[in-house]
Protein backbone atom coordinates (compact mmCIF):
# COMPACT_ATOMS: atom_id res chain seq x y z
CA UNK A 1 0.00 0.00 0.00
CA UNK A 2 3.03 2.17 0.65
CA UNK A 3 4.30 1.58 -2.69
CA UNK A 4 0.90 2.63 -4.31
CA UNK A 5 0.65 5.86 -2.65
CA UNK A 6 4.55 6.70 -3.34
CA UNK A 7 3.72 5.90 -7.15
CA UNK A 8 0.18 8.12 -6.75
CA UNK A 9 2.96 10.98 -5.24
CA UNK A 10 5.03 10.75 -7.76
CA UNK A 11 2.63 10.87 -10.28
CA UNK A 12 1.21 14.19 -8.84
CA UNK A 13 4.51 15.67 -9.15
CA UNK A 14 6.04 14.75 -11.99
CA UNK A 15 4.94 15.70 -16.03
CA UNK A 16 3.92 13.27 -17.78
CA UNK A 17 2.08 12.94 -21.31
CA UNK A 18 -1.03 14.33 -20.00
CA UNK A 19 -2.92 17.80 -19.68
CA UNK A 20 -2.79 20.49 -18.88
CA UNK A 21 -0.20 21.22 -16.21
CA UNK A 22 1.38 18.30 -13.49
CA UNK A 23 0.24 14.78 -13.57
CA UNK A 24 -1.17 12.58 -16.25
CA UNK A 25 -5.23 12.03 -14.77
CA UNK A 26 -5.85 9.09 -16.34
CA UNK A 27 -2.53 7.52 -14.82
CA UNK A 28 -4.17 8.53 -11.22
CA UNK A 29 -7.32 7.28 -11.68
CA UNK A 30 -5.83 3.97 -12.78
CA UNK A 31 -3.19 3.66 -9.70
CA UNK A 32 -6.55 4.59 -7.49
CA UNK A 33 -8.40 1.70 -9.69
CA UNK A 34 -5.91 -1.21 -8.43
CA UNK A 35 -5.64 -0.02 -5.05
CA UNK A 36 -9.61 0.00 -3.71
CA UNK A 37 -12.25 -2.92 -3.65
CA UNK A 38 -11.90 -6.41 -2.24
CA UNK A 39 -8.70 -8.42 -4.20
CA UNK A 40 -9.56 -9.96 -7.53
CA UNK A 41 -12.59 -7.48 -7.81
CA UNK A 42 -12.43 -5.26 -11.43
CA UNK A 43 -12.90 -1.52 -10.46
CA UNK A 44 -13.64 1.15 -12.48
CA UNK A 45 -12.30 5.19 -11.73
CA UNK A 46 -13.52 8.23 -12.89
CA UNK A 47 -12.66 12.13 -12.49
CA UNK A 48 -15.66 14.48 -12.65
CA UNK A 49 -15.97 18.00 -12.37
CA UNK A 50 -19.44 19.63 -12.30
CA UNK A 51 -19.12 23.49 -12.67
CA UNK A 52 -22.02 26.39 -11.65
CA UNK A 53 -23.97 25.35 -14.78
CA UNK A 54 -24.17 21.40 -12.84
CA UNK A 55 -23.00 19.85 -15.86
CA UNK A 56 -21.12 16.81 -14.85
CA UNK A 57 -17.54 16.13 -16.83
CA UNK A 58 -15.44 13.52 -16.65
CA UNK A 59 -11.80 14.75 -16.93
CA UNK A 60 -9.90 11.48 -16.35
CA UNK A 61 -11.44 7.59 -16.34
CA UNK A 62 -9.78 4.24 -16.55
CA UNK A 63 -12.10 3.25 -19.47
CA UNK A 64 -16.31 4.27 -20.43
CA UNK A 65 -18.24 3.49 -17.21
CA UNK A 66 -17.36 6.45 -15.29
CA UNK A 67 -17.93 8.27 -18.53
CA UNK A 68 -21.38 6.55 -19.13
CA UNK A 69 -22.54 6.65 -15.75
CA UNK A 70 -21.82 10.51 -15.81
CA UNK A 71 -23.36 10.83 -19.47
CA UNK A 72 -26.33 9.13 -17.65
CA UNK A 73 -26.77 11.17 -14.06
CA UNK A 74 -26.87 14.55 -16.90
CA UNK A 75 -29.55 12.84 -19.05
CA UNK A 76 -31.56 11.96 -16.57
CA UNK A 77 -31.26 14.63 -13.85
CA UNK A 78 -30.76 12.22 -11.13
CA UNK A 79 -27.72 10.75 -9.60
CA UNK A 80 -25.40 11.86 -6.78
CA UNK A 81 -23.59 14.46 -9.04
CA UNK A 82 -26.73 16.29 -9.60
CA UNK A 83 -28.49 18.55 -7.71
CA UNK A 84 -27.36 21.12 -4.76
CA UNK A 85 -25.60 20.94 -2.09
CA UNK A 86 -23.50 17.90 -3.24
CA UNK A 87 -23.07 15.39 -0.93
CA UNK A 88 -19.66 15.01 0.70
CA UNK A 89 -19.39 10.74 0.19
CA UNK A 90 -21.66 8.71 -1.29
CA UNK A 91 -21.57 4.82 -0.86
CA UNK A 92 -23.94 2.17 -2.45
CA UNK A 93 -23.90 -1.48 -1.73
CA UNK A 94 -26.06 -2.66 -4.32
CA UNK A 95 -27.56 0.13 -7.42
CA UNK A 96 -29.83 -2.86 -7.93
CA UNK A 97 -32.00 -2.47 -4.80
CA UNK A 98 -30.97 0.73 -3.89
CA UNK A 99 -34.10 3.13 -3.40
CA UNK A 100 -32.53 6.14 -3.84
CA UNK A 101 -32.83 7.65 -7.65
CA UNK A 102 -34.99 4.72 -8.93
CA UNK A 103 -34.52 5.17 -12.70
CA UNK A 104 -30.61 5.94 -12.58
CA UNK A 105 -29.93 3.02 -10.16
CA UNK A 106 -32.09 0.74 -12.28
CA UNK A 107 -30.23 1.87 -15.42
CA UNK A 108 -26.95 1.97 -13.84
CA UNK A 109 -27.43 -1.60 -13.28
CA UNK A 110 -29.10 -3.03 -16.03
CA UNK A 111 -27.81 -1.17 -18.90
CA UNK A 112 -24.23 -0.06 -18.02
CA UNK A 113 -22.95 -2.69 -15.35
CA UNK A 114 -22.08 -1.26 -12.25
CA UNK A 115 -23.44 -2.57 -9.17
CA UNK A 116 -21.98 -0.91 -6.11
CA UNK A 117 -20.25 2.83 -6.53
CA UNK A 118 -17.77 4.95 -3.67
CA UNK A 119 -17.99 8.82 -4.40
CA UNK A 120 -16.27 11.32 -2.48
CA UNK A 121 -16.18 14.83 -2.78
CA UNK A 122 -12.95 16.32 -4.00
CA UNK A 123 -12.53 20.00 -2.77
CA UNK A 124 -11.35 22.82 -5.27
CA UNK A 125 -10.96 26.12 -5.77
CA UNK A 126 -13.12 28.91 -7.24
CA UNK A 127 -17.19 27.35 -7.83
CA UNK A 128 -15.88 23.86 -9.48
CA UNK A 129 -16.72 20.51 -7.60
CA UNK A 130 -14.44 17.72 -8.18
CA UNK A 131 -15.82 14.10 -7.69
CA UNK A 132 -13.59 10.86 -7.14
CA UNK A 133 -15.98 7.94 -8.40
CA UNK A 134 -15.55 4.43 -8.36
CA UNK A 135 -17.78 1.69 -9.94
CA UNK A 136 -17.52 -2.26 -10.03
CA UNK A 137 -19.91 -4.58 -11.19
CA UNK A 138 -19.79 -6.96 -8.35
CA UNK A 139 -22.34 -6.14 -5.26
CA UNK A 140 -20.66 -5.11 -2.03
CA UNK A 141 -17.89 -4.74 -3.64
CA UNK A 142 -15.96 -1.65 -1.14
CA UNK A 143 -15.62 -2.07 2.23
CA UNK A 144 -14.61 -0.45 5.62
CA UNK A 145 -11.14 -0.15 4.33
CA UNK A 146 -11.98 1.70 1.23
CA UNK A 147 -13.07 4.91 2.74
CA UNK A 148 -9.65 5.76 4.15
CA UNK A 149 -7.91 4.99 0.90
CA UNK A 150 -10.30 6.52 -1.32
CA UNK A 151 -10.24 10.12 1.04
CA UNK A 152 -6.32 9.54 1.02
CA UNK A 153 -6.20 9.58 -3.15
CA UNK A 154 -8.95 12.48 -3.28
CA UNK A 155 -6.48 14.60 -1.26
CA UNK A 156 -3.59 13.72 -3.40
CA UNK A 157 -5.45 14.04 -7.10
CA UNK A 158 -6.53 18.00 -5.57
CA UNK A 159 -3.23 19.46 -7.44
CA UNK A 160 -4.57 17.81 -10.50
CA UNK A 161 -8.29 18.13 -10.71
CA UNK A 162 -7.47 22.26 -9.82
CA UNK A 163 -5.55 22.49 -13.20
CA UNK A 164 -8.04 20.25 -14.97
CA UNK A 165 -10.89 22.72 -13.47
CA UNK A 166 -8.90 25.52 -15.52
CA UNK A 167 -8.75 23.91 -18.64
CA UNK A 168 -12.64 23.01 -17.88
CA UNK A 169 -13.60 26.95 -17.60
CA UNK A 170 -11.23 27.67 -20.57
CA UNK A 171 -12.36 24.84 -23.14
CA UNK A 172 -16.17 26.00 -21.92
CA UNK A 173 -14.87 29.37 -23.36
CA UNK A 174 -13.41 28.92 -26.66
CA UNK A 175 -16.02 26.19 -27.74
CA UNK A 176 -19.27 27.96 -26.34
CA UNK A 177 -21.69 24.30 -26.78
CA UNK A 178 -24.06 25.36 -24.37
CA UNK A 179 -25.11 22.83 -21.13
CA UNK A 180 -23.81 19.55 -22.43
CA UNK A 181 -21.71 16.57 -21.34
CA UNK A 182 -18.81 17.01 -23.58
CA UNK A 183 -16.91 14.30 -23.50
CA UNK A 184 -20.10 11.85 -23.43
CA UNK A 185 -21.79 13.17 -26.35
CA UNK A 186 -18.22 12.72 -27.99
CA UNK A 187 -17.93 9.53 -26.63
CA UNK A 188 -21.22 8.43 -28.81
CA UNK A 189 -20.41 10.53 -31.51
CA UNK A 190 -17.05 8.06 -32.29
CA UNK A 191 -18.90 5.02 -31.28
CA UNK A 192 -21.95 5.59 -33.21
CA UNK A 193 -19.86 6.84 -36.46
CA UNK A 194 -17.13 3.98 -36.22
CA UNK A 195 -19.85 1.10 -35.02
CA UNK A 196 -17.15 0.67 -32.36
CA UNK A 197 -18.44 -0.07 -28.50
CA UNK A 198 -18.39 2.60 -26.13
CA UNK A 199 -15.35 1.16 -24.73
CA UNK A 200 -13.47 1.30 -28.02
CA UNK A 201 -14.63 4.85 -28.66
CA UNK A 202 -13.33 5.84 -25.67
CA UNK A 203 -9.82 4.41 -25.72
CA UNK A 204 -9.34 6.02 -29.07
CA UNK A 205 -10.23 9.69 -27.15
CA UNK A 206 -7.43 9.05 -24.45
CA UNK A 207 -4.69 8.01 -26.98
CA UNK A 208 -5.36 10.79 -28.91
CA UNK A 209 -5.41 12.95 -25.55
CA UNK A 210 -2.07 11.89 -24.47
CA UNK A 211 -0.81 11.97 -28.15
CA UNK A 212 -1.72 15.41 -28.27
CA UNK A 213 -1.29 16.65 -24.74
CA UNK A 214 -4.61 18.17 -24.88
CA UNK A 215 -7.50 17.49 -21.94
CA UNK A 216 -10.01 15.02 -22.93
CA UNK A 217 -12.36 17.68 -22.79
CA UNK A 218 -10.57 20.19 -25.04
CA UNK A 219 -10.26 17.44 -27.17
CA UNK A 220 -14.26 16.02 -26.85
CA UNK A 221 -15.40 19.79 -27.54
CA UNK A 222 -13.39 20.12 -30.78
CA UNK A 223 -14.75 17.16 -31.99
CA UNK A 224 -18.48 18.19 -31.45
CA UNK A 225 -17.27 21.69 -32.08
CA UNK A 226 -16.48 20.23 -35.68
CA UNK A 227 -19.23 18.23 -36.46
CA UNK A 228 -21.20 21.38 -35.56
CA UNK A 229 -19.45 23.42 -37.99
CA UNK A 230 -19.41 20.51 -41.03
CA UNK A 231 -23.27 20.48 -40.63
CA UNK A 232 -23.81 24.38 -41.64
CA UNK A 233 -21.33 24.14 -44.31
CA UNK A 234 -21.39 26.38 -47.30
CA UNK A 235 -22.28 28.97 -44.92
CA UNK A 236 -19.38 30.99 -43.54
CA UNK A 237 -19.09 32.22 -39.90
CA UNK A 238 -16.28 34.23 -38.33
CA UNK A 239 -17.77 33.98 -34.71
CA UNK A 240 -19.04 31.31 -32.78
CA UNK A 241 -22.29 31.61 -30.83
CA UNK A 242 -22.08 34.23 -27.45
CA UNK A 243 -20.10 36.58 -30.29
CA UNK A 244 -17.45 34.43 -29.35
CA UNK A 245 -14.54 33.93 -32.06
CA UNK A 246 -14.59 30.58 -33.85
CA UNK A 247 -11.32 28.19 -32.90
CA UNK A 248 -9.04 27.46 -35.34
CA UNK A 249 -10.03 24.95 -37.82
CA UNK A 250 -8.84 21.28 -37.10
CA UNK A 251 -8.92 17.55 -38.39
CA UNK A 252 -10.69 16.54 -35.28
CA UNK A 253 -14.30 15.37 -36.35
CA UNK A 254 -15.00 11.45 -35.85
CA UNK A 255 -15.62 10.90 -39.43
CA UNK A 256 -12.21 11.86 -39.76
CA UNK A 257 -10.86 9.14 -36.46
CA UNK A 258 -10.99 5.93 -38.56
CA UNK A 259 -7.70 3.93 -37.29
CA UNK A 260 -5.65 6.06 -38.14
CA UNK A 261 -5.70 10.03 -38.51
CA UNK A 262 -4.08 13.25 -38.55
CA UNK A 263 -5.10 15.20 -35.75
CA UNK A 264 -4.15 19.16 -35.95
CA UNK A 265 -3.54 20.71 -32.86
CA UNK A 266 -4.31 24.69 -32.08
CA UNK A 267 -0.76 25.31 -33.79
CA UNK A 268 0.67 25.67 -37.12
CA UNK A 269 3.07 22.53 -37.51
CA UNK A 270 0.40 19.14 -37.68
CA UNK A 271 1.87 16.69 -35.70
CA UNK A 272 3.13 13.05 -37.17
CA UNK A 273 -0.03 10.59 -37.70
CA UNK A 274 -1.84 9.59 -34.48
CA UNK A 275 -3.26 5.96 -34.22
CA UNK A 276 -6.32 5.77 -32.80
Not at 108 to 122: D, K, L, N, Q, W
Not at 126 to 151: H, N, V
Amino acid sequence: MHDTYASLNHATRSRTDGPPRGADPHRLVAIAATTVGQHGVRVHCGLTLIGAGGVPETVAATDDIPVRMDLLQYELRQGPFIGTPLPNAVSIADLRSYEGWQEFSSRCATEIGPRSMRTVRIPLQGRTTGMLSFYSSTPSAFGDQDGEKIARFASLMIPTADALACDLHATRTAFPLGRTNRVGKALKMVARLHGVTDAEAFARLVRASIQLNRSLVNLASHIIWERRSTADEPTSHTRGSGGLPKPPRQDLSPNRLPTTVTLVPPTKQRPPLVHV
